[in-house]
């Protein structure tokens, strides 16, 4: 198939470029900067121009769609976040109408109700929805359409992603900056840590957004790890890779709207879809401890 894939230059868009690839596909890609795909298109997915030229000139028979307002700290109630809702659902309508045969999106686990997690109480595709941001509010929006374009004969799956770790994260989340922090043999300072989340590297997560495009499944998935940690333990984990430095427990408040556990069911990841992770916590921490040192100015 000729597939394009939305948000290439993100934390897992050119993970999920060199699946595809590995599969055999032929991969365009777009992004609003230059990557280091053989076919990439620069452009804004918000521009309507865009989105109807790259459709209309290169008329793909699989989409994989990644694209949406990420910036760290603000896109949880970014005011641009009904503007991605409405810009996917055009892009979608229009590859449909140009003969696009299936399409993946990327979901978030943003989406479930976190009020009703309970400890040991794995989050199922089933589970009720009550986004409490507006990025989760959104992302649920074009989730029911995407299922309602299943119902009149479309073949979409909708990925719901949780947690990620691996090289290229933003420098203020969890993993890379308790690895910044004790890299500098430096006391690395976080909340209480008992919440306990559920850490996906971005290589996996490419491998499993390919291999659900290459499954007949339509409908919602989890796209996760299925193993949940306390964040004390992945940044007691991240010093043992490194060997140096102090971690600071409770030394920041615990955010009241922190849900205490988090963790997906990944039954239909690894049962219907046959997905099997390459990395577990340690060798996906060990990735990204290694990906920082080198990195590190």
């Known amino acids: 198939m000729k597939v394009l894939v939305t948000g290439a230059n993100g934390l897992i868009g050119s993970h999920v470029y060199a699946s595809l690839r590995a599969s055999g596909h032929d991969v365009l890609s777009c992004g609003r900067s230059g990557s280091q795909s053989c076919t990439h298109l620069v452009g804004d997915l918000l521009d309507v121009e865009f989105r109807s030229r790259i459709i209309h000139d ?9 694209a949406w307002q990420t910036r760290h700290g603000h896109f949880w109630n970014a005011p641009d976040n009904p503007d991605w809702m409405a810009a996917s659902i055009d892009l979608l309508s229009r590859f449909l109408d140009h003969g696009g045969k299936r399409a ?18 794995k989050t199922r595709e089933t589970d009720a929805c009550n986004p409490a941001t507006l990025y989760g509010q959104e992302k649920l929006k074009l989730a029911d359409h995407c299922l309602r374009l299943n119902d009149q004969g479309a073949s979409i799956a909708w990925g719901r992603l949780f947690l990620l770790c691996g090289p290229g994260e ?4 969890f993993v890379p900056a308790v690895t910044s922090a004790l890299l500098a043999n430096d ?10 989340r559920d850490f996906m590297h971005v290589e ?50 615990d955010r009241p709207d922190d849900p205490p556990y988090l963790v997906a069911d990944t039954s239909v990841l690894a049962e219907t ?25």
């Open 58 to 66: 290169e008329k793909p028979d699989g989409l994989i769609h990644l």
């Open 104 to 121: 993946v999106l990327a979901g978030s686990c943003a989406e479930y109700d976190w009020t009703t997690t309970k400890p040991g109480q």
């Open 187 to 196: 006391v690395a300072k976080m909340s209480s840590g008992t919440q306990v």
């Open 273 to 297: 879809i046959g997905f099997k992770p390459k990395f577990d916590l340690a060798s996906a921490l060990e990735s990204c401890v290694e990906w920082w040192r080198n990195h590190e100015t």
């Open 204 to 253: 996996d997560a490419g491998s499993a957004f390919s291999k659900i495009f290459d499954s007949q499944f339509t409908g919602i998935v989890n796209v996760a790890s299925g193993e949940g940690h306390s964040l004390l333990s992945v940044a007691n984990m991240l010093q043992n890779v490194i060997g140096q430095g102090q971690i600071s427990a409770g030394s920041l408040p």
């Open 170 to 173: 933003y420098p203020a989340r």
